[in-house]
């Protein structure tokens, strides 16, 4: 639904085909847009010279080959490289490539190799035993190996919690909550017998709370924080002889879906004061940007993604409209717009904008944006098929390039470090040299 968070991807979008000036708006006034003006001018003159080619590539250093076999997985969560393989899970020093500690880890892969939320050096995941299908969460600390918690449950991260939602049956309104403390495993809260939807979009806006609702099929509506499960509203929603069929945050919204003689129904409210929200009115969401607010609005009719708007906080003017389906993803450099399209590398980037004028910097067709939560700005790569790629790091300090040996299909990266799996069975692991004027 729009307004909904999207995790984990990115896109291209052709200059041009889905780029329009809106409206141009005031210029900023004062000393702040004098300086950042030039600014801007010289970066966009650095980082064209440097994505078309003139700057050159930084040296990659191989730091360990390590066997990997077509089931096996892995990814970088912090500065450790974590590989998981043969009923194995191994952690390795992107340092110097060392493998620091290696445990056993039984069972196929139930899920992916997940960071912890705000909860440095925890990973979490989950395994699938081969003879008996049970599954099992385990937390592991990254860099000592030691299995933290488990538990017989599907278990999500967000902040410093990891979150179970489940049911017995197919009633909806039946579903359980159990929320652990993500590094001791240690039961904060739980509810049975609601219908619960988490607000994503409050959680990415900020941490201070983490809201969750749940219905009862009695109407009443509760309002919790995610971590200690404290009551923050109650309200009741007469639902006659309805049942409480779907749940559901969506930007500013809270969306009901209910059933009667085999009829559904939806409602909508505003989070800010359960006032009913007419059916006829557009969805709205909205992303915090920095100065500007990334925004969408669809109307209940239409099905296809609506435009995104970039939009000025303090004037409301509309600076920037990028196609449906495209988001806004901020990085140290600005504002790196991604289209909707997808691939094997992510989806082509469509403009890094001035996070302070929402100016384009330049034009970065036919990069990929590769989200990635090991690196803590945004990578693009480039190159597609089985020859070898490019990937640019945008980083506070500018622009680091480097050519890769190897496709970038299946890579991963940390801030200076990629780890790749070569056809021979191999994982390869390339720190990135350090150039003048880097920090030791």
Request: one cysteine or more; a negative charge.
């Amino acid at each position: 639904m729009n307004g909904e968070p999207t995790f984990g991807t990115t896109a291209v979008i052709d200059l041009g085909a889905g780029w329009q000036d809106h409206q141009t708006g005031p210029a900023r006034p004062g000393l702040r847009a004098a300086v950042l003006r030039p600014l801007a001018a010289v970066a966009a003159v650095i980082l064209m010279l440097a994505l078309g080619g003139g700057a050159p590539a930084r040296r990659l250093d191989e730091l360990a080959a390590i066997s990997l076999s077509p089931q096996g997985d892995f990814q970088i969560i912090g500065d450790m490289l974590l590989v998981r393989d043969v009923d194995r899970l191994a952690g390795y020093s992107l340092d110097d490539g060392t493998q620091r500690w290696k445990i056993k880890l039984p069972g196929t892969a139930g899920s992916g190799l997940t960071p912890a939320g705000s909860a440095p050096g925890v990973m979490v995941t989950e395994m699938q035993e081969a003879t008996t299908n049970r599954r099992t969460t385990y937390a592991v600390d990254v860099g000592t190996g030691a299995v933290l918690w488990q538990d017989g449950l599907p278990m999500m991260t967000l902040a410093d919690v990891a979150v179970a939602i489940w049911s017995t049956d197919a009633d909806r309104t039946s579903m359980q909550i159990t929320v652990r403390d993500v590094r001791t495993g240690r039961q904060r809260w739980s509810v049975q017998n609601v219908l619960p939807a988490i607000d994503y979009p409050a959680l990415i806006r900020s941490e201070a709370e983490l809201p969750i609702w749940t219905l009862q099929s009695t109407g009443e509506l509760t309002v919790r924080d995610l971590r200690d499960g404290r009551v923050l509203r109650r309200h009741r929603i007469d639902l006659g002889r309805s049942v409480p069929a779907d749940l559901s945050v969506s930007g500013d919204e809270l969306i009901l879906e209910t059933a009667l003689d085999g009829v559904n129904t939806t409602a909508r409210y505003s989070t800010a004061d359960l006032a009913p929200i007419p059916l006829t009115a557009p969805y709205v969401g909205r992303t915090d940007c920095g100065a500007y607010w990334c925004t969408s609005s669809q109307s209940a009719e239409q099905t296809a993604p609506s435009p995104i708007d970039i939009v000025d906080k303090a004037t409301g003017v509309v600076h920037r409209r990028f196609a449906g389906g495209s988001f806004v993803v901020p990085t140290p450099l600005g504002l790196l717009v991604a289209g909707p399209e997808q691939d094997g590398s992510g989806p082509p980037a469509v403009a890094l904008l001035d996070a302070a004028t929402a100016r384009p910097l330049l034009d970065v067709t036919g990069w990929r944006v590769h989200l990635t939560f090991a690196a803590p700005g945004a990578v693009l790569v480039r190159g597609t098929g089985r020859g070898p790629g490019q990937v640019a790091w945008l980083t506070p300090g500018g622009l680091d390039l480097a050519q890769l040996p190897v496709p970038v299909e299946r890579c991963v990266f940390a801030a200076r470090a990629i780890a790749c799996p070569r056809p021979t069975g191999t994982l390869t692991v390339w720190h990135l040299a350090r150039g003048h004027g880097d920090a030791a």
